[in-house]
């Protein structure tokens, strides 16, 4: 009988190996995430569709799943990246709807390498007025959709005993408050994230499964067109004096991801024009 030790020794070992192996590669050689399947919650448009695209650029096939259908054709997609796409609908806030949506990804793309959390909703009201239906689903979607969504991708992962990466989608709001925005809520559920992806790094490193957090800042995306009244806060108050764009996140993610990132995990990057770390100006 194989004990848990030893296969723990054994994943450790062929992790020290494809470190020192991967000394002389080139970074684009690191980067590269040819042959891996990436399951992407919330892949449908915004942060999670350009990531989408970004690992299809890497070589990676990639399964979109949300509640709205992609964007951009699958076939578009396909024909642009030359990788495998495939969308499934499904509701993070419904676990049954979930295992169906992973179940089908694995029958017919074979297995997951990586998963990024996506999906997710904002709510910008004083923290006074928060109801308790609006506040159950937000922190049902971004909480335990994000839970759930990395439990399901783990156990196949784990099945499958090569390991993997899972990149976790927070927030600036999981780091302070938010100028313009009541976002009370909303920065709980994502510093909930935050701490999740700590967690699991350690919990998930016996099986060389890697847990990486990203915080973006104010993105262009559909989430923040939503907010009419404060677009000139998103573009004058980060540090670097402009509002972010889903590609600013592309290399970040890419990183975590890749094999050259093989002794990360636990790590949390904010990428925010500087806004979390505070202003000068007023
Ligand atoms: N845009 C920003 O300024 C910003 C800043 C910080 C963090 N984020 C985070 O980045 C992530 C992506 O946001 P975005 O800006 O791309 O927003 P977006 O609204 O463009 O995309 C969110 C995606 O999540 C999907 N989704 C929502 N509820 C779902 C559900 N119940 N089940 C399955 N899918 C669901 C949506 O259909 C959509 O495709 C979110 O987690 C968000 O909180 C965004």
């Avoid at 609908?89 to 074979?110: L, Q, W």
Wanted: hydrophobic share 40%.
């Amino acid at each position: 009988m194989i004990s848990q030790h030893s296969v723990v020794s054994s994943i450790t070992l062929n992790g020290t190996r494809n470190a020192l192996n991967s000394i002389n590669c080139s970074v684009a050689d690191k980067l590269s995430l040819a042959g891996k399947v990436t399951v992407i919650t919330g892949g449908a448009r915004g942060i999670g569709l350009t990531l989408a695209e970004t690992v299809a650029g890497l070589g990676s096939d990639v399964v979109i799943l949300d509640v709205l259908q992609p964007e951009r054709e699958i076939s578009e997609l396909e024909k642009t990246y030359g990788k495998r796409f495939g969308y499934y609908r499904m509701d993070v806030t419904s676990k049954p709807g979930m295992d169906v949506a992973f179940e089908n990804a694995v029958k017919d793309f074979g297995r997951i390498d990586h998963c990024i959390t996506s999906a997710g909703i904002a709510l910008d009201k004083p923290f006074l007025e928060h109801n308790w239906e609006e506040s159950r689903r937000l922190l049902d979607i971004n909480i335990l959709g994000s839970f759930f969504s990395a439990q399901l991708a783990a156990e196949q992962m784990v099945k499958q005993g090569h390991g993997g990466s899972i990149v976790l989608v927070a927030s600036i709001a999981a780091h302070c408050a938010i100028p313009s925005q009541c976002v009370s809520l909303y920065g709980a559920s994502k510093a909930a994230i935050k701490l999740l992806g700590k967690t699991l790094a350690v919990e998930l490193a016996p099986h060389n499964i890697r847990v990486n957090t990203l915080s973006p800042g104010f993105t262009a995306t559909s989430m923040s067109r939503q907010f009419t009244e404060i677009q000139h806060v998103f573009q004058t108050t980060p540090p670097l004096k402009r509002i972010g764009t889903p590609e600013d996140l592309t290399l970040a993610v890419a990183y975590f991801l890749s094999k050259g990132a093989s002794y990360t995990t636990g790590a949390e990057l904010a990428v925010t024009g500087g806004l979390h770390n505070g202003r000068i100006e007023v």
